[in-house]
């Protein structure tokens, strides 16, 4: 089961760091990513983590801004944003599969946190 953390209200050019965690197991053997879903759009991947942290696949819209990481000692992995724009306000969910390499479509994740409402004024 995965919970999602950390989402508020930011202005454009402000940060805020999401956060997930995994509660009765553990990432080691999972790929992990974050998604978002603004109103009347679709969910769409955001930025995402193979399941040895080696390499890391993101959107461009997030490119240079944005950036995953993960903790395997708190069991918990991260979403950095910066210079944050209107644009980026979504719900953020965070997610899981298990398998070794990243894939951008959700309908591959078996394990979703809730999701956490990100909004970025203007």
């Known amino acids: 089961q995965l919970q999602a953390f950390g989402g508020g209200l930011v202005q454009a050019g402000g940060s805020l760091r999401l956060s997930c965690t995994a509660s009765?197991?553990?990432?080691?053997?999972?790929?992990v990513g974050w998604f978002r879903q603004a109103p009347g759009k679709e969910r769409e991947f955001v930025i995402g983590m193979n399941w040895g942290g080696s390499r890391t696949t993101f959107a461009d819209s997030v490119k240079g801004r944005f950036t995953i990481s993960r903790d395997t000692a708190k069991n918990t992995f991260y979403l950095q944003m910066n210079s944050l724009k209107p644009e980026d306000t979504a719900v953020y969910s965070c997610?899981?599969?298990?398998?070794?390499?990243?894939?951008?479509?959700?309908?591959?994740?078996?394990?979703w946190g809730q999701g956490t409402q990100v909004t970025v004024s203007s």
């Open positions: 009765g197991g553990t990432f080691s053997r999972y790929s």
């Open positions: 997610a899981a599969r298990r398998a070794s390499v990243i894939n951008r479509s959700p309908s591959q994740y078996a394990y």
